[in-house]
């Protein structure tokens, strides 16, 4: 039954990303209800395909969708139908955005950038901000699937040192790092849904929020000091070792780093296409990003003259890969169906009434202050960063803000950052779990929630700030 179910999701979710290809530059009513109907094939193949405790969120988002309908909806089925669609865009893109992870399995990109910045990675604290730096310049590439891509290496650059000390500083570098990317990352839905659904501007938005990411990549390599003061261990002394046994076996012994000069040149082509078409073409994002990522990728592979390679990932990616996004592409199916019930219930605004009326209690209070604890409050009931965006951005994008959108992105994706360092039930925090062996709690709240408070301070105060001022 499940081999069934696999083949069964994998071409209702690859027909349903196709539909919306067509019918985003070809409108057709049949299209558009086979596209529905396809979202159904979804959550149906993944109820038979997934463990029943993977499958529980999707069906209390269903039936609270179903139930909202029902007591709102003028026309049950039309909306019903047009609920379906109101994820179209985050499962095409999901679809295509796992296919530059190929890329970077052609060559050692990551091991010869490592040997390359040996002279700036020779300090503990040098090398823990490359190791955050480096989580988010990938996570263009992989998502999530940095985390435990980013573990591996580093735990084989480092694998005669063990113990808490070390998985402190492995473990808060990558988990810190690919939080801090959800805020400006142009390649994780996450960030770019809310831009588009909160109509902030794309480039202010990813500025503000790589400022507070570099801000907070400072912040936390400060934490990691005195981490590292308080286990009495000397981190340099180690690295330093490991980078020089890195420089022997680099396949790049000159001046010149032909693998490093490759990496820049892919992601400055890659993202730079990306604005390139936008801006000439006027699609939206979320539409540019997997056409273009199809195009390059497959370029990159011809150009490599690998086009054997490339065949030999489709075939994976189409057999194994995307039944591997059953739950993720179900929770988004299910949440885009209850969010068009809530939008249409006008919810949105007796959230934002509800949220006035605490704050005219407490002066001091303000909604760009509590948005965030709603998305981290999401994240400890299970929700991932993904779609406690998509609920939260969903609902509020059809509320008028007196503020400036990029400041209400700012605020939300401040929320999902600390979500997905502090809670134990969602899926980075999990995975790293599943690598390093350490409990979920330990990884996530134990080493990080001195640094998640100090990182929301220290947005608040920003944003607060330019509250006022605006």
């Not at 490759?262 to 540019?288: A, K, P, Y």
């Not at 600390?418 to 925090?429: A, K, Q, Y």
């Amino acid at each position: 039954m499940n081999r069934k179910a696999a083949v069964s999701f994998m071409i209702s979710s690859s027909v349903y990303a196709l539909l919306h290809f067509i019918t985003y530059f070809y409108e057709s009513a049949w299209l558009t209800l086979i596209l529905s109907v396809l979202g159904v094939f979804m959550l149906l193949s993944a109820a038979f395909l997934l463990p029943l405790k993977k499958i529980q969120l999707q069906l209390f988002l269903v039936i609270a969708a179903l139930a909202v309908l029902f007591f709102t909806s003028d026309s049950f089925l039309d909306d019903l139908i047009l609920g379906l669609q109101q994820m179209r865009n985050l499962i095409g893109l999901l679809l295509i955005v796992p296919m530059i992870s190929w890329v970077l399995k052609e060559e050692p990109y990551i091991e010869e950038i490592m040997s390359y910045a040996h002279n700036f990675l020779n300090k503990s604290q040098k090398f823990y901000f490359g190791l955050m730096a480096m989580t988010q310049v990938i996570s263009h590439f992989l998502l999530f699937g940095v985390v435990p891509m980013m573990y591996h290496f580093i735990d084989r650059f480092l694998k005669d040192h063990k113990g808490e000390a070390w998985e402190n500083f492995k473990g808060t570098a990558i988990l810190r790092g690919f939080g801090l990317s959800t805020m400006w990352v142009i390649s994780i839905p996450s960030f770019i849904f809310a831009v588009e659904a909160l109509e902030a501007t794309l480039w202010k938005s990813m500025v503000l929020g790589f400022i507070f990411a570099l801000a907070g990549t400072v912040l936390s390599v400060i934490f990691s000091y005195y981490q590292e003061q308080k286990y009495g261990m000397d981190f340099s002394f180690v690295l330093k070792q490991e980078i020089e046994k890195a420089m022997r076996n680099s396949r790049n012994q000159g001046k010149w780093n032909k693998d490093v000069a490759e990496f820049v040149f892919l992601f400055v082509s890659l993202f730079g296409t990306i604005f390139f078409v936008h801006e000439t073409t006027g699609l939206e994002f979320l539409l540019t990003i997997p056409l273009v990522i199809l195009v390059w990728t497959f370029l990159y592979f011809g150009c490599k003259k690998r086009l054997s390679n490339f065949v030999v990932e489709i075939r994976y990616y189409f057999s194994v890969g995307i039944a591997k996004q059953a739950q993720q592409f179900s929770i988004l199916v299910a949440a885009g169906l209850l969010i068009y019930a809530l939008n249409q219930s006008n919810v949105g605004d007796y959230v934002i009434n509800g949220m006035n009326f605490l704050t005219g209690i407490i002066p001091l209070l303000n909604i760009l202050f509590l948005i965030p604890f709603i998305v981290i409050l999401l994240g400890f009931i299970g929700l991932g960063p993904l779609p406690v965006i998509v609920l939260v951005t969903g609902v509020l994008e059809a509320v008028q803000f007196p503020y400036p959108p990029e400041l209400v992105v700012l605020a939300v994706t401040s929320g999902s950052v600390i979500s997905i360092i502090l809670s134990p039930f969602v899926m980075p925090v999990i995975i790293l779990s599943s690598v390093n062996g350490l409990s979920g709690i330990r990884n996530g709240l134990q080493f990080n929630l001195k640094f998640a408070i100090a990182f929301y301070m220290m947005v608040q105060l920003f944003i607060q700030t330019a509250i006022y001022l605006y």
